[in-house]
């Protein structure tokens, strides 16, 4: 079962403050707004994949993630070969090749990859898809 979840942004800028400061600070204030639905996004991302989804006929059951599979060492740091097992899951695991993969990653896990040689060498990674 698929259900919404609903989000609200108060725009806490009044007529009159527009007008006093002679400088619109809807920019600035609108980019603050995409910021907080951005981040209210991802908690829900996060929330769905790694959460307990709401299942049956009227989503009052609750089903934990029972797929969850672990690629390598998390102390290891993230890898090419890493990244070559994850894709060998999804491919084991039927998924339908058309469908865009992402990851979701952290600064450290950036870091991880820019400093290795076969990412950020034109040589190496001038394949933009891992063959299945």
């Excluded at 991802?42 to 307990?52: Q, S, Y």
């Excluded at 993630?65 to 695991?93: C, D, M, Q």
Aim: charged share 15%.
């Amino acid at each position: 079962m698929v259900t919404m979840d609903h989000y609200e942004y108060a725009d806490l800028i009044d007529s009159q403050d527009m007008i006093q400061t002679l400088i619109s600070p809807s920019s600035s204030y609108a980019q603050a707004a995409a910021y907080a639905i951005g981040r209210a996004c991802d908690d829900a991302i996060i929330d769905a994949a790694l959460g307990t989804a709401s299942t049956g006929k009227t989503g009052s059951t609750s089903t934990s993630n029972a797929n969850t599979v672990s690629v390598g060492s998390p102390a290891a740091g993230l890898t090419i070969a890493k990244l070559v097992e994850a894709r060998k899951v999804f491919a084991n695991g039927s998924v339908d090749p058309s469908i865009p993969l992402y990851i979701a990653v952290g600064p450290e896990q950036i870091e991880d990859l820019l400093n290795n040689t076969t990412v950020t060498s034109a040589d190496f990674n001038s394949v933009n898809t891992l063959p299945i």
